[in-house]
């Protein structure tokens, strides 16, 4: 049986920074190639990356969110790349602006299928939501990491609100116990 904790991957790093100076966002629009400016839409210019692939929210307050990276260096990167390309168009940058992550959305499976509803019951009512009217995954609150867990029946899953890529992978290794010690562990593959 393949480990789950091992089958989980980074799908999105979002992380917030700043350079410590307000920005006039129109001229910044017109003088960063590929930045997009709709104040009606958006009140920040999205400046999106390709390598590596990311995309940057900048606000007139000089902060900055960088979202869609698929590693904590990739957003370290991204964010490094916007410093220089503002410094490099005149804008005062702080020396070195704190990159801080906000929030680490990962995978991961199971390698086998689940029942939610014996799950929702087995799990206790105090960190499940579970109405597959309304959405066909069951949600799991995690106090350790803190950290929500989206769990579907294919046994596919989805954590959110980590802040390092461990918290991922320990958020599984929680589900699997909880899993085994309601006699719901998943059978090898």
């Known amino acids: 049986m393949v480990d789950p904790t091992e089958t989980v ?3 999105n790093v979002v992380a917030s920074t700043g350079i410590g100076t307000e920005l006039n966002l129109e001229q910044l629009a017109m003088d960063l190639q590929g930045a997009d400016y709709n104040p009606e839409n958006f009140p920040g210019v999205v400046y999106r990356l390709q390598d590596p692939k990311a995309a ?3 606000f007139r307050s000089g902060k900055i969110v960088c979202t869609g990276a698929k590693s904590i260096d990739d957003v370290h990167t991204a964010c490094q790349r916007v410093f220089d390309d503002l410094r490099d168009l005149g804008v005062d940058v702080d020396d070195d602006p ?6 680490i959305v990962a995978s991961a499976d199971i390698g086998d299928s689940l029942n939610l509803n014996a799950i929702a019951i087995g799990f206790g009512l105090e960190n499940i939501e579970y109405e597959p009217e309304q959405f066909p995954g069951l949600v799991y ?12 029946g294919s046994g596919k899953l989805v954590i959110t609100g980590g802040k390092t890529p ?3 992978k320990r958020a599984v290794a929680v589900i699997i116990e909880r899993l085994t010690e309601v006699g719901m562990a998943p059978t090898p593959m």
């Open 141 to 152: 609150r995690i106090d350790d990491p803190k950290v929500v867990a989206l769990l579907f």
């Open 56 to 58: 940057t929210l900048i």
């Open 166 to 168: 461990s918290d991922a």
């Open 9 to 11: 991957h980074i799908e």
């Open 98 to 103: 704190e990159v801080i992550v906000q929030n």
